[in-house]
């Protein structure tokens, strides 16, 4: 998986608890995303980042925050869980190197339930 | 909203025939791709083509593209058990540089 770990890998947790999911790599590549999965969504975008502390909004960032203080951590944290943010949590990664062409590479996925 | 659209949501074909899937989108891009997702795992980038090229390989994987249409295909060639699999189109638009829009993917069963 491109030297991409995301923890934990299944999680339950109560409407309005907070919850705080990781992402690391190995790879120093500059970008990384947080998707969600959806049934008959597909992945839809969260947050990313550009950079050590440069995030930026997706297509669904309400009730979602993100932060980036190290190059290999993406962090992304619903401060107040609801039952509509069960889903899958995808993080990639993306190469933008030689050849400019942003291919992404994800990691295994958090399966998380908020009940 | 989603950019890309892909049809048929659901495919099931016999081991050895070949496979097609139709991706369309909305908007102008940079570039189209094309990943796998095998049952509960991380996608997994197949092939990339660049909104200036028309037609692909990549081993049994044939893309093409015709931006005219806005719409692209992934044929599968000979296609095997492990190909079984969801297959998802997905787009860099020009206006959103350095983020990939997906579209709802296109489940795959091989019928041994």
């Known amino acids: 998986d491109a030297g991409i770990t995301q923890s934990p890998r299944h999680k339950v947790t109560e409407t309005g608890t907070p919850v705080t999911l990781r992402c690391h790599q190995t790879e120093n590549h500059r970008y990384m995303y947080w998707y969600r999965q959806d049934p008959g969504h597909g992945l839809r975008l969260i947050h990313y980042s550009y950079g050590v502390k440069d995030t930026d909004k997706g297509e669904v960032s309400d009730g979602y925050s993100v932060s980036r203080s190290k190059t290999e951590d993406f962090l992304l944290t619903l401060e107040s869980a609801t039952s509509s943010q069960t889903s899958v949590y995808f993080c990639?990664?993306?190469?933008?190197?030689?050849?400019?062409?942003?291919?992404?590479?994800f990691g295994p996925g958090t399966r998380l339930t908020v009940l | 909203s989603q950019q890309g659209e892909e049809d048929p949501q659901a495919l099931s074909i016999q081991e050895g025939e070949n496979a097609t899937m139709n991706c369309s989108y909305k908007?102008?891009?940079?570039?189209l791709q094309w990943y796998r997702q095998n049952s509960g795992r991380g996608l997994v980038h197949l092939i990339l083509i660049r909104s200036n090229e028309r037609e692909k390989h990549s081993g049994r994987l044939r893309v093409t593209l015709d931006t005219s249409k806005k719409s692209s295909s992934l044929l599968i060639t000979a296609s095997r058990a492990a190909d079984t699999a969801s297959y998802f189109c997905a787009t860099e638009s020009i206006q959103g540089a350095q983020k990939l829009v997906f579209g709802q993917g296109t489940r795959l069963t091989i019928n041994p």
């Open positions: 908007t102008s891009i940079n570039n």
């Open positions: 990639a990664i993306g190469s933008l190197a030689e050849s400019s062409y942003n291919e992404q590479f």
